[in-house]
């Protein structure tokens, strides 16, 4: 069963990451941000950071950590928010967000001090990695789990489609992979730039167990993350999601893909984030 | 590990020669799979060319089939490599360094995860099945990313040596092997390898050869060659393409009147480019005749047959040689 509290707990998180976001995109200014793509992943990152095992670098029990890997590397505001919630840096940091010589870049770069696994960004390389990490755990009867959160434009890749054959392949029940399913990508709908089909179909006939869900639905995300993975086969979750999720402006508006927030688009955002 | 220590004799040498460099890789797999712990050796559908069969038999728990996906190889390969796996990726050179050339560029270079790639039959040996498979500009595209060795043993002794100096190397090592079975052996008994140093394999003090991989034998004889007629040549074999042993270059244009690269590459990025790279920027060098594939790709054909084509057997090397020292006076 699962706890009201828990659930509650992460719609709060993803309310103060949806706040951090905000705030990263102001601060960027000029240099813009990948708004949308971030807001799409929210409640499954929010999720993930609130179930996982989290050690920092220097925990005795750091190698037993569950591993995330943000294989849309351009979805990082919502991965920057969650690390600096769970204290992995300080909020005050997001202030310098792709600010010359930060460590917050518009696409992850690699620093396992600050809980940053890899470095992303370049689509359709971290369910790769995943795998290779996922492998790791199982040689050495390590019993982490492996998230590995992808976009759907990504899927236009055919460096995913090569994972996604592999992982089954492997019978890695220890990986997870979530595609963020917004239906955008930079320059227009999936569907009128490379249609993906029917991804669900697809993965399971690649040997996935697969789910699909809605993506921002909190109890959802939940309970199919928190369930012990009984198969032998990786898990996919197909997380139906909003680009640009919780703001009028931004909501299935392609226009902030990568875009510059002004302080009165920002003002009236946190209103209806109050709401 | 720090006491890994590969020991080069005249038996060993020979079997390696007989054998190829291919075979070596998968001989010396073997050995280092007893000798360390956490090795991984992933393979893209060519366990065989690789001589790895005995190794995938023996060790099934250090070897990984991808399958034929370049690109997923090196992310999985980076992957174990974050989890402190010891890790060789193999395949064809062309597959090996251009399929997943981005992959190699974000997660070894970039995210610096170590891992060495091993670039099966690169250069012209594979030419009867086209240039799909031969591979002239691997040298030129690899030594264009940061936080990557690369490296282009000149025999198959040296090839040994070159697998155990890049597990200890902090850097990932693209290690590109030339040459068929039976190959020409340069080192017959033990030497002291270091990535990054290069070694004078034989003096002159009027030209000097640079060369590597096993277009270096061919080099050699034509320097023998050259001193019969009067050009007392050195012969260097510049085994790591990067990091360059700039100093030593430095060395060999004070006391060369004519610098050669010969190279089973494209002249366009290999090792002529990084020496002249070199050379460059000193006030004043000797001039540097490259040999090489002069940017193309010609009719295909056996490997004797296109060394012919592309001027690289001994006797042409010569020749072009002798002809550019001529010259020199004459300007």
Not at chain 1, 211 to 232: A, F, I, R, Y
Not at chain 2, 7 to 29: P, V
Not at chain 2, 100 to 127: D, F, P, R, T
Not at chain 2, 312 to 317: A, R, V
Request: proline share 2%; aromatic share 8%; glycine share 8%.
């Amino acid at each position: 069963m699962l706890s009201e509290v828990k659930v509650s707990t992460i719609i709060n998180i993803s309310k103060e990451i949806r706040k951090s976001i905000l705030d990263m995109a102001l601060s960027a200014g000029s240099s813009s941000s990948h708004f949308g793509g971030s807001l799409s992943n929210v409640e499954i990152i929010a999720t993930i950071f609130s179930i996982m095992k989290k050690y920092k670098m220097n925990d005795k029990n750091y190698y037993k950590r569950d591993r995330f890997i943000l294989s849309k590397g351009h979805g990082c505001l919502a991965y920057y928010a969650a690390l600096a919630h769970f204290n992995f840096f300080s909020k005050k940091e997001l202030k310098s967000f792709e600010k010359n010589d930060s460590f917050l870049l518009g696409h992850p770069v690699i620093n396992r001090k600050l809980g940053i696994e890899f470095s992303n960004g370049s689509l359709g390389m971290g369910l790769s990695l995943g795998i290779g990490v996922a492998f790791a755990g199982k040689i050495k009867k390590n019993d982490y789990e492996v998230y590995v959160l992808m976009g759907d434009g990504e899927c236009n890749e055919g460096s995913v489609w090569e994972a996604l054959m592999a992982a089954p392949h492997y019978n890695l029940n220890n990986l997870t992979a979530i595609i963020d399913r917004n239906n955008y990508q930079q320059t227009g709908s999936g569907e009128e730039i490379m249609s993906l089909g029917n991804l669900k179909q697809k993965t399971i006939s690649f040997g996935w167990e697969t789910k699909e869900l809605n993506g921002h639905d909190v109890p959802s995300l939940l309970n199919c993350l928190t369930k012990k993975n009984q198969s032998k086969k990786p898990r996919m979750i197909i997380a139906n999601t909003i680009k640009g999720k919780g703001f009028s402006f931004s909501e299935n508006n392609n226009s902030w893909h990568h875009a510059i927030m002004t302080k009165s688009q920002y003002d009236l955002a946190l209103k209806e984030l109050d709401k | 590990m720090k006491n890994l220590h590969f020991k080069l004799d005249e038996k060993n040498s020979k079997i390696y020669s007989r054998i190829g460099s291919r075979a070596t890789f998968g001989l010396i797999a073997l050995d280092l799979a007893k000798k360390i712990d956490n090795l991984m050796i992933l393979t893209s559908d060519v366990s065989t060319s690789a001589g790895l069969d005995r190794y995938r038999k023996s060790f099934p728990d250090k070897y990984l089939e991808v399958g034929i996906a370049e690109q997923n190889l090196i992310g999985i390969a980076a992957g174990l490599a974050s989890e402190n796996f010891n890790v060789f990726t193999t395949t064809f050179a062309p597959f090996q360094t251009m399929r997943c050339c981005e992959q190699i560029k974000v997660n070894l270079g970039y995210m610096k995860q170590k891992v060495c790639l091993v670039g099966l039959a690169s250069g012209l040996v594979l030419g009867p099945l086209g240039y799909t498979h031969c591979c002239v500009e691997d040298l030129s595209i690899m030594r264009s990313i940061p936080n990557m060795a690369v490296i282009s043993p000149a025999d198959c002794g040296e090839t040994a040596k070159t697998i155990y100096a890049s597990l200890l190397y902090k850097d990932s090592v693209y290690i590109r092997l030339t040459g068929g079975s039976n190959s020409d052996i340069i080192y017959t008994k033990d030497y002291e390898f270091v990535i990054g140093r290069n070694d004078i394999i034989k003096e002159g003090d009027q030209a000097t050869i640079i060369s590597n991989g096993a277009i270096l034998s061919e080099s050699l004889k034509a320097s023998y060659l050259l001193d019969k007629k009067g050009i007392s040549t050195r012969v260097v074999n510049m085994h790591t393409i990067k990091p360059l042993d700039v100093d030593n270059i430095k060395k060999i244009a004070k006391t060369s009147k004519l610098i050669i690269t010969v190279e089973e590459h494209n002249i366009i990025g290999g090792l002529g480019s990084a020496v002249a790279e070199c050379l460059s920027t000193l006030n004043s060098s000797p001039p540097q005749l490259f040999i090489g594939i002069p940017d193309s790709y010609k009719k295909s054909g056996e490997y004797e047959y296109l060394k012919r084509e592309y001027k690289l057997t001994s006797e042409l090397i010569f020749r072009q040689i002798g002809e550019k020292y001529e010259q020199l006076g004459q300007v």
